[in-house]
């Protein structure tokens, strides 16, 4: 309201108590009626006003997304001007965000179109849509409404792997094993003449019968590839120059080997120390290894979302959670550097039955004295400082 | 900036242009108005005329020359040449004019005279005056041209690439905009109260207090009430202005294209809609608030007073009964003073006299209200605005106490008005009851179908199925479910089996399952019950 409003109105009041001037009186509704009436209007025509999007909530790297705007009058109402602001995330719109004027009449609607590129993984909120508007003659302030933001997740980029050597020591399972360790008696791959130490449960009757000889079957080994992939985003695990790209990279790193492990019908499971903005104490929820597309997008989606983040050591959540997990799981920790202490951990997970694998993702100089100390505790160790150097999972299978 | 948006803002920035000078210049010849006014209301002698008419061409002036005028820096040797030469003119005009006023020859007269060189005999009180106003006139036009630019009249300057640095604690233009208007509105409703005192009566009355004597009508009052219109006219267009350059300077795109057209067409419904109510409102004519609280607890007490002498009255009478049948003057009656009509409202004497009291009781409470509603509002934005004084207030004890004595008034005034609706609810229909019993009033027997949703229709059908039966003897025992009763019907009619069965499912389905029940079902029950009733009707006719 402008300053010299309750002068006016006091001398108009003055006016009217003392000379019981008309037109003082008449003044007072005057003026007071257009404040009164303008906020009204506004404030009437304001929550009258109802904002809608639409779009794909989930977009692949590289995709367009495509969001529709419906902005609704619900009242009988006009609203004169109704500036409508949509907040959208720099890395996804650049500079250029929505924004428009619009007049809305009585029950009427206006429907935009704009769109947005998934140029970076992540968690992105879309708006919140600010919608301003105001009285006629501004005789008050701009009135503000928001209406609450959506999220669109960006999944992380995934990267075709075609051979990767990921030791397992899970029985049972689907992929074909060259050690005879663990058979599948569900696989029969062929018979033989008995030998003394067969067990008896080998034999196969019909076959013994139909050549009267005894014949054992032959199973084909096999191993159960569940694995369980350990992310860590705690930035003072990584090379600080290379901090962001480094991180980066271990998800994607993450994605592909998720994607992998799902593609061959394994289970994969994950357990990230970042920062989830979803969950209320933005802890990341440890994700049991299962399998299938279904859980792959569950995978996806946290790696989507999660965020480096500070003082959050990686250890204690493998001291954790290690324990919940199958014997012979294969554990696949990714991280900027390796601690003593996290080779240490890893060793006692070797010794327990379970299978790590040390992936260092980024530059660092520390790289050698890693792998001599990882050499020592037995644990599979892989370097990456790029996407490009996933060619060797891409193209020809290297085992260090 | 592309060609069409430039195009598009000179198209506009022209219509603005004249409709904003327009304006001025209507809110100019209303404070010309007004000042006229109150000349002729102190010096009557005057020729304020003369003089509103000089002002007149002196605003017309000032908004024709005003853009030459911006364009030349102030106090450069050409701003000063164009200046100097305007007022020369201005001056000339107003003292040939003034004289001109008293006819040909003092016109004459003052020429020879100012041709001889009597200068004193030029700068008469009158003309010093006059130039006074007109250089008032000539300042405040500029004052709101200046701010209309900056608002947004003038595109290329709010425009420009490298706008000044806007400081923080900058007043909008916009803003000030208001300020000058309300400003020149206070002066001016100042201005108009001193023209409608008559103050020459008050100056020469005898005494110490001088004696307030008030003018019928005064023609200022019109001037000041259309300035403010005017200027509300001129707010609106400001406010469009502003907003359109906010959004320009950001590069947010207008999606609706007659938004301009639109605003024009709302600011006049409002400014009429306003008018309306505003002139539909009390005015005048109207009591002192004490006076007319006084006025209403007098008509309350003399409603009471009244009704007292009415019951002592009756209990007199009844006492008399009995000295009457003796056929003996009751002593009572004899000396009892009569009842007292119902007071009449009291009219206060105020000039002028209204037609109705009543009508002048109802226009003064609507006056006081509007009063009361505008105090209340002030003063609360004005807290609003004030945030310490808020949180003051929310300290102090004496607020806490009123909001909890509120807060209680506000529950039990809720729970009693609730009890008392239960009350007088329950009251009628008992009162309705013991009537329908005594047959007094009939029943309410017509149901209207059209009242009952689809599931409820159902349910009418089949009681209705179950009524007829009922009445042709086939009564459906307390213990028995719908399947069984419709068993027992079926046996009694055998013609229409399938229909009882159908009718029983549907009302077993309206009333056991959630399925959403259509009206389509409904109208199938209905037909279905028409097929019963004729069957039950031909069972009762023996056929």
Known sequence: ?400 | MNQRFTANAARTEKVFRAISYALVFLMMACSVMTIGNLIQNVAPDSRSGIIAGIMLFIVIDRLYTYRQLKSLTPLSSEWTVAVGTQWIVIVLFIRLLLSYANGLDALLTDLSLFARGYLTSFFTPEFVFTLLLALLFWYLPAQFLELLDEIGLDQRLVLREDPTPIQSDTIPAHQRLVNLIFTLGIFLVILTALALINLRAMLSAPGAIPHLQVNPFSGGEAGVLFYFVFGLALLSLSRLMSLQTHWNQLRIPVSSKDLTRRWGMYSLAFLLILAVIVSLLPAGDSLGFFSLLATLLGFLMGVLIFLSQLLIALVLILFSLPFLLFGKAPPLLVNSPAPSLLPHLPVVAVSPVTNSALWMLIRSIFLWGALLAVIVFSFLRFVRQHDSLLAALRRSRITNWLILAWQWLYRNAGETGGTVSRALVDGWQNIVARLERKRLLPRTGLISLKLFDPRQRIYFFYLAMIRRGGEQGLRRKSSQTPSEYAATLEKALPAVAEDIDSITEAFVQARYSRHEVDSRQADRVKATWERIRRALQRMSRGE
């Open chain 1, 1 to 400: 309201m402008s300053g010299t409003f309750l002068p006016l109105l006091f001398v108009l009041l003055l006016i009217a108590a003392f000379i019981r001037g008309d037109f003082a009186l008449t003044l007072i509704y005057l003026v007071v009626g257009a404040l009164a009436a303008g906020m009204w209007w506004c404030y009437r025509a304001l929550a009258q006003v109802e904002a809608k999007r639409r779009f794909a909530s989930h977009a692949f790297l590289g995709e367009k997304i495509k969001i529709d705007l419906h902005v609704q009058n619900k009242g009988w109402l006009p609203i004169l001007w109704l500036e409508l602001r949509e907040t959208l995330p720099v890395a996804l719109a650049g500079p250029n965000s929505f924004q428009s004027v619009i007049h809305l009449g009585p029950r009427a609607s206006a429907n935009f179109e704009y769109s947005v590129e998934a140029r970076k993984r992540g968690y992105y909120p879309i708006g919140p849509l600010s919608i301003f508007t105001g009285d006629i003659l501004g005789l008050s302030e701009s009135l503000k409404a928001e209406s609450r933001a959506e999220h669109l997740v960006v999944y992380p980029k995934i990267i075709p792997l075609t051979s990767i050597e990921i030791p397992s020591h899970s029985p049972q399972g689907t992929l074909r094993h060259t050690l005879p360790l663990f058979e599948d008696p569900t696989r029969v791959f062929g018979k033989r003449g008995y030998a003394s130490g067969d067990s008896l449960r080998r034999i196969d009757w019909k076959a013994s019968a139909s050549t009267g000889r005894l014949q054992v079957k032959l199973f084909e080994p096999s191993i159960a590839l569940e694995t369980c992939v350990i992310l860590n985003l705690n930035a003072q695990d990584y090379y600080y120059r290379s901090r962001i790209d480094a991180t980066e990279l271990a998800v994607v790193l993450a994605a592909s080997i998720s994607n992998w492990i799902i593609a061959r019908k394994q289970m994969v499971g994950i357990m990230v120390n970042g920062h989830d903005p979803q969950t209320a104490d933005g802890k990341p929820q440890a994700i049991p290894p299962r399998k299938g597309k279904h859980h792959l997008i569950r995978l996806l989606e946290t790696l989507a979302r999660v965020e480096i983040t500070e003082n959050s050591a990686l250890v204690p959540l493998i001291q954790q959670q290690r324990y919940q997990l199958a014997w012979g799981t294969t554990l696949i920790v990714i991280t900027g550097q390796a601690s003593d202490e996290l080779l240490d951990e890893l060793y006692q997970a070797r010794r327990g039955g379970q299978n790590p694998v040390l992936i260092l993702a980024g530059r660092d100089a520390s790289e050698e004295s890693i792998r001599r100390r990882a050499r020592i505790f037995g644990i599979t160790v892989f370097s990456f400082t790029a996407e490009r150097d996933l060619k060797i999972w891409t193209q020809e299978s290297k085992r260090i």
